[in-house]
């Protein structure tokens, strides 16, 4: 089983559309969670970290139930400029190193 | 301002080549990492460093050697690479190794011939 697994897309939406991208982790002893934005051939970049509250940011809302190892993305009203992949981020570090296990990523793709 | 540079942006070498890249940031930050990552796959760690000293190897390859001259820059030295190293090196930085989000560089794109 993969440290962290994500929905293996890709996922084509209108604009305007509501999407959600779920993503599982193994490790029960993980405390820290992020969605990473990679655009093609760019560098991954933070869109938000995750707490087990929730938090939104924006159009976008993210969910982290620890007992069941399960995070969420959800992106309302999509815009042509969200078309990136999505990556779901967990630390998997042990002994205070902060090691970042990566899932393989969901590609998100916004028409007009 | 979260911001790692990376230098160069492209690299084309032979495998018998000798290269470096080069990575910097100015967040006061006491940690920094190596990864490599593949076409269409995420990124995969290689090297942590904590406080300048290297903490994590990641089985590396010792054609990949890391350097770290001070709190501010991360190099990664390069000799007789093969050509499944063609890649995209992603520099990150975080505050230290503790449960913190990690920033990272533009990457290089490196081929090797």
């Known amino acids: 089983r993969k440290e962290v697994e994500q929905d293996p897309g890709p996922f084509n939406v209108p604009e305007g559309a509501t999407v959600a991208f779920n993503c599982t982790y193994s490790?029960?002893?993980?405390?820290?969670f992020f969605w990473y934005r990679q655009d093609c051939r760019k560098e991954p970049k933070l869109l938000m970290s995750v707490y087990s509250s929730g938090n939104e940011d924006g159009r976008f809302t993210a969910q982290l139930n620890r007992a069941s190892q399960y995070i969420s993305l959800l992106i309302r009203d999509s815009k042509l400029s969200d078309s990136a992949t999505y990556l779901c981020?967990?630390?998997?570090?042990?002994?205070?190193?902060?090691?970042?296990?990566f899932g393989a990523g969901t590609r998100l793709a916004v028409h007009p | 301002d979260t911001e790692v540079t990376q230098t160069p942006k492209h690299l084309v070498m032979g495998m018998t080549n000798k290269k470096s890249l080069k990575c910097e940031q100015h967040m006061g930050h006491r940690a920094m990492y190596w990864y490599k990552q593949k076409a269409k796959k995420p990124p995969e760690l290689m090297f942590v460093y904590s406080y300048e000293k290297l903490s994590i190897n990641e089985s590396v390859p010792s054609r990949f050697s890391p350097e770290c001259p001070n709190s501010s820059l991360l190099n990664l030295h390069l000799h007789a690479l093969q050509p499944e190293d063609s890649a995209l090196y992603l520099c990150?930085?975080?505050?230290?190794?503790?449960?913190?989000?990690?920033?990272f560089g533009p990457g290089t794109r490196l081929l090797v011939l």
């Open positions: 990150a930085s975080s505050q230290n190794t503790g449960m913190e989000t990690q920033y």
């Open positions: 490790n029960s002893a993980s405390q820290s």
């Open positions: 981020v967990v630390n998997g570090g042990s002994g205070g190193y902060n090691k970042l296990i």
